[in-house]
């Protein structure tokens, strides 16, 4: 779907009709309208025809191409309504307290004058899109229902109601919007990391340019205190960087030559030239913007609900609203129509859920800024919802649980082979692999990788098991037990803590080195947190042996582990857990994004942790922790819970007011007063309620 922005949109009930509309066009198959983020996503054909009909109901609403995030400048100018609700509100006092005066003076003329002037002045938007809906067929509109409420008291002789209501009704929508307009700020000002210029070196010159038009392999400075631009590595100079707008983490990391940094990075001490890795459209800063501010491009089924919910909730009042004009004094001897046309008109004021269309979007929204804030890129709303339901969580252990940083911590050795044999052997089977354990044997062996790649002529990557390769004088295996029981060459059975090797040298068995891992020092602590966080049951799957496996579960009290599993084991061993664990609650993965694609594909929400970075990690994921902490992981299940209560914290309380002043307004012990205050008292109370899922953390 394409995205556009949204101009003059100032009506959470304009936006559903609109998108209503849009969604008949037989141009259009898809299509969601955003009132909280002024976004439009949509698949069509024919983007022309799209602005056409958006004008026909809204003529002042535009969309155009997005440009890059900045400030959101308000599309209501908050003085001048200031200064017409003040005149409104001068003019209304004077017809309250000086009724007596007028009507004693035989001044009626002058009284009806001011009164219509105080109700034109606040209503007169209100009146204007009244009566253009109307003539293009409309009804079940906020306008045009305020409009027939508040001219209706006037034909009841309710002056003072009327007027009231429309004043009280215009300083609730100002508020309102005001409340909308500073939630929405608060979510972008969390976005402000796209840099405004990049510095090139050209030569001995410098040159200031749109970090956009900046080519990978050109060389930029940043000096302290500015924003890195775009992605590179660091060609001279050390100093700190603040990551925290990207992971969320406030203690800055130093960077040295030859260490990659990365755009929307602040340089603190000093200065840094950097060869430019990525254009700024693929840096990883311009995929977690793209990320955000796409993320509710996609409704969730709470959203839908109340979408649904709010095109029969209007015309049910409206209908109930008539029968109560209509009914008690037609069949009640002794009922007149002005009692219960006035109670009628009561429930026209509460008959637009407001409340609910506005603040619903606006908590999701404010919950996928306020998670992103802390590092915690969420993709889309949906998975706000699914991430508070989430009642098992599986980890991978490499990498996820444990550092990932790997040692040989012993090498044990077999048939007369000596330790530097076996060290060599596997260094040389393992010079091609980009595997953490292939890196620390030939570490260990004093190589470095393509020391000894003139000598391979033949290498054979078993995922899962290990390789096999073929030099001028050497047949050697190096792998894990399975793939010596695949080639039915005989071995010690190694019950140890850590990650084993074995290696086989022109089919003798030469012995096994062992290696080893460390937990991550939040492990335990993340455990700890998704425990707090209501998650009932936390696994882990590994390709390592059992006994590994089993000092780790140990060690973080796992409910259940599963050891020397192969890549395509873990994808069925895991829809084994996803389907057992499917009555009590959603399932989530963790991983690094990459090697685990498939079981993160499978999940009901996928989790990439440590992904600053890393591209395929964001493209992968669902959710992406930026950085490697797996206390990350409750966080964002933290927030998920959060940001659900918050909308359904509106909901509810939205429906009951709804309910209540409908049945008080129809009995009478409610007027035209108690509605305006309750309808657009909840509004604001809902909107403002909705900007604390920006904080994010426990509900």
């Known amino acids: 779907m394409k995205k556009f922005n949204v101009k003059g949109l100032d009506c959470a009930d304009c936006a559903s009709r609109i998108e209503d509309h849009l969604r008949k066009l037989p141009v259009v198959s898809e299509v969601s309208l955003d009132y909280a983020s002024l976004t439009l996503h949509i698949d069509t054909t024919d983007i022309e025809t799209v602005r056409r009909e958006i004008k026909k ?26 200064l017409t609700i003040s005149i409104a509100l001068v003019l209304f006092l004077i017809v309250l307290f000086f009724e007596g005066t007028f009507h004693a003076r035989g001044w009626g003329v002058v009284e009806y004058a001011i009164a219509l002037a105080a109700y034109f002045l606040a209503g007169y938007n209100v009146l204007k899109s009244a009566f253009r809906t109307v003539t293009r067929g409309g009804f079940f509109d906020e306008n045009v229902l305020m409009a027939i409420a508040t001219l209706g008291a006037f034909a009841v002789h309710a002056i003072s109601e009327a007027i009231g209501v429309m004043i009280f009704f215009k300083i609730g929508e100002f508020l309102q919007n005001l409340a909308v307009s500073r939630s929405r700020r608060s979510i972008t000002a969390l976005l402000q990391i796209r840099p405004d210029y990049a510095v090139v070196k050209q030569g001995d010159l410098t040159k200031k340019i749109s970090p956009e038009t900046v080519r990978p392999g050109e060389v930029i400075l940043v000096k302290a205190g500015e924003k890195i631009p775009l992605d590179g590595v660091v060609k001279e100079g050390s100093s700190l960087v603040n990551t925290s707008a990207l992971t969320g983490e406030p203690v800055p990391s130093t960077v040295n030559p030859g260490d990659i940094v990365l755009a929307g990075e602040v340089n603190i001490s000093a200065l840094l030239t950097i060869k430019v890795t990525k254009a700024f459209a693929d840096s990883s800063m311009a995929k977690i913007l793209d990320l955000v501010e796409n993320a509710n491009a996609k409704k969730t089924r709470t959203e839908q609900f109340i979408t649904g919910f709010a095109r029969y909730y209007t015309p049910a009042v409206v209908f109930l609203s008539l029968c109560i004009a209509l009914l008690p004094p037609l069949l009640v001897p002794g009922q007149t129509f002005e009692t219960w046309v006035y109670r009628a008109l009561v429930l026209l004021v509460i008959s637009c859920p407001c409340a609910l269309v506005i603040s619903i979007p606006l908590g999701y929204f404010g919950g996928i800024g306020g998670a992103s804030k802390r590092g915690i890129l969420v993709k889309g709303s949906t998975f706000i919802d699914v991430l508070a339901g989430v009642k098992t969580v599986v980890f991978d252990k490499t990498g996820t649980l444990t550092k990932g940083v790997f040692k040989v911590k012993e090498t044990v050795t077999r048939n007369g082979h000596s330790a530097s044999d076996i060290l060599k052997f596997a260094a040389i089977a393992e010079t091609f692999s980009n595997h953490p354990i292939a890196g620390s044997i030939i570490e260990a062996a004093g190589h470095r990788r393509g020391d000894v790649t003139e000598q391979i002529l033949d290498h054979q990557e078993i995922s899962g098991f290990g390789v096999k390769v073929r030099t001028e004088k050497y047949a050697i295996i190096a792998g894990n037990d399975a793939l010596l029981h695949r080639e039915g060459i005989a071995h010690d059975c190694c019950n140890v803590e850590g990650t084993v090797v074995h290696v086989v040298i022109d089919g003798t068995y030469a012995g096994y080195i062992i290696i080893g891992d460390e937990l991550k020092e939040d492990s335990l602590q993340a455990v700890q947190m998704l425990r707090k966080a209501g998650v009932q049951t936390v696994s882990m799957l590994t390709g390592d042996n059992k006994a590994s496996a089993g000092a780790v579960a140990g060690a973080l009290g796992l409910d259940s582990f599963y050891a020397g599993l192969l890549p395509e ?18 399932v989530a993965f963790v991983g690094d994004g990459i090697n685990d694609s498939p079981v993160i594909a499978r999940a009901d929400v996928g989790i990439a942790m440590g992904a600053l970075g890393s591209d395929a990690a964001i493209e992968t994921a669902d959710v992406v922790l930026m950085t490697d902490h797996p206390s990350k992981v409750a966080e964002a299940i933290n927030a998920g819970k959060r940001t659900r209560a918050i909308v359904w914290q509106n909901i509810i309380l939205a429906l009951s007011v709804k309910a209540l002043f409908i049945g008080f307004g129809a009995v009478g012990l409610a007027g035209m007063w108690e509605a305006v205050f309750a309808d657009m008292g909840m509004a604001l109370v809902a909107v403002l309620n909705s900007s604390r899922a920006l904080q994010g953390g426990k509900t």
């Open 569 to 586: 084991e873990k994808v069925s061993r895991f829809e084994e857990i996803s389907a057992a664990q499917k009555q009590s609650g959603k």
């Open 57 to 82: 109901i809204e003529p002042e609403v535009d969309i155009s191409v997005p440009e890059p995030l900045k400030e959101e400048k308000p599309g209501f100018r908050p003085k001048k309504e200031i």
